[in-house]
Structures are given as C-alpha cells and as structure tokens.
C-alpha cells in the first residue's frame, strides 16, 4: 500500500512527542523512539488488534518494548491510539506518581501489557505471552471457532540482544515454534558507550537462524514503510516459527545528533 505525507505527518508526531517529553522532564532517552517511529506507526497503524476503550480484551495482540528506556515511544502511541493517556500524561513524563514514568510499567499505564526494567527482560515476556495465547488457543479454539488467533510483538534493541536470559528465552521460543511472536529489532549500532563495535559484533540474524527462527532484514527502516509492511506480512505467514525482523534505523532519525550516541540519554545542565 502506499504511504504519504499523513503517514510522515504521524511518524513525526510521535518523534516530536518523544523529544518534547524527554527535553520538558530534562531526563529520558529521545533516540530510539525517534528511530523506531517509522516501524511503530506501520505495526500500530496497519496490523495491531486492540481497544483502547477495552484495553484488556482477550484476543488483543500484545506489545512489548523490551528496551523500555524508549518509552515515550510507546506512551507517545497510546496517546494517539486514544488510550486513556492525555497530554498532560505526556507532560507529566517521569515525575512522582505520574502514570508515565521512566520506563513501561503494567498496572499504571492503560495498555502497557508487562514491565520492563533490566535490558532482555522484555524479550522474556514476550516470549512468555505467546507461549499463553498458544496455550489458550490450543485449549479453547475449536474447527470453525478460532477464538484465540492473536499475535505478540516486541520491540529489542542491541542492549537486549547482549543480555544472555533474551538468548534463553528465544531458544525456547524457537524450540516451541511459536509462530504468534515477531520480534523487531532495532539494529542501529548504538549504545550508550558509542558505536557497538566496541563491544558487540556478532552476526545476530545467523544466531537467531540457528535459534531456530525466521529472519527478515529491512535495511532501510528510516524510510521504508512499505517494505517494513512487507516483512511484517511476511512473519505473519510463517506459522510454525518466531520471527525476528531485523531493521537497520538511525537513532535519532533527524535530529542534528542522529546516528550517535548522544541521543542515548538527555542529560541537560541548568
């Protein structure tokens, strides 16, 4: 399908969210959400089942941001999405007893399905997700009654993938075939140490291969959002493997510090 300029209307909304909220609470990480809102619009935008009016409906596919430091990310698209999270939320980014806090966290923000603290925990509760709704669907759905057909994504990032409980869980994960879950990894070569080429240079599409999972790579996901739906339908379609799609973006994406990493962490002096 084609995209225009509402689309990138969308996507720079959310990117401006995100830098807005982190510079107004002098504290947060801008980068990631603006490199990771091309793919967010795409999935929320062209495949996500919920209800923001229902936020806990069964069948409902589960999002899970594993590298929860990008969370105003997702809090930006939940504010969009009509979610119970107004612009003051936005405002209120990371202060005391706001239901934005600094990273994701169930229980106090409508429609964030699991916290997620430590790097690699997310991919973990991913991983745990849909290994429930395959579990829920293969007791309660019936021939012409396919009550539980929803999907799990995640969103990862470099940090997570050196994690080794997120290679655990996607063992698992490729052990038990689970086609409901498509991870999405943000492969921008960006820590907070720099360019990841101090520290990790593995080939991470052969690890997960051998996982035993299907892997897409899209290789410009700053720009393409047709090919970003293309590799999402393409997961989508392998039933009896997870997926990961690796995407190559630029942290930061637009800002006079993309593709470095001072756009990890918002730090501003007085």
């Given at each position: 399908m084609a995209?225009?300029?509402?689309?990138?209307?969308?996507?720079?909304?959310?990117?401006?969210?995100?830098?807005?909220?982190?510079?107004?609470?002098?504290?947060?990480?801008?980068?990631?959400?603006?490199?990771?809102a091309p793919v967010a619009h795409v999935l929320f935008n062209k495949f996500m089942r919920f209800n923001p009016q229902n936020p806990s409906w069964l069948n409902r596919d589960r999002f899970v941001l594993s590298n929860g430091h990008g969370c105003m990310l997702q809090y930006a698209l939940l504010h969009l999405f009509g979610y119970k999270l107004s612009l003051q939320d936005i405002k209120d980014f990371r202060k005391i007893d706001s239901i934005t806090p600094g990273h994701p966290e169930a229980h106090d923000t409508p429609g964030i399905e699991v916290t997620t603290g430590p790097l690699g925990q997310g991919v973990c509760n991913a991983v745990g997700l849909a290994m429930a709704q395959a579990h829920t669907a293969a007791c309660f759905n019936k021939p012409g009654y396919?009550?539980?057909?929803?999907?799990?994504y995640c969103f990862l990032g470099d940090g997570c993938l050196m994690e080794g409980v997120s290679?655990?869980?996607?063992?698992?994960?490729?052990?038990?075939?689970?086609?409901n879950l498509i991870c999405i990894y943000d492969d921008n070569h960006i820590s907070i140490d720099g360019d990841i080429n101090c520290a990790f240079t593995e080939d991470v599409a052969k690890r997960y291969e051998a996982y035993g999972w299907h892997v897409v790579t899209v290789g410009d996901g700053d720009n393409d959002l047709a090919g970003i739906e293309a590799a999402i339908k393409e997961c989508q379609a392998v039933t009896d493997k997870p997926s990961m799609i690796k995407l190559r973006t630029t942290i930061g994406y637009g800002s006079?510090?993309?593709?470095t990493g001072g756009q990890e962490e918002v730090r501003l002096q007085p």
């Open positions: 995209y225009g300029e509402i689309d990138q209307l969308a996507i720079n909304t959310i990117r401006l969210l995100a830098v807005d909220a982190t510079f107004n609470s002098n504290s947060g990480h801008p980068g990631a959400p603006m490199g990771m396919e009550l539980i057909n929803n999907y799990t290679g655990e869980a996607s063992s698992l994960a490729g052990h038990l075939q689970l086609g006079l510090k993309q593709g």
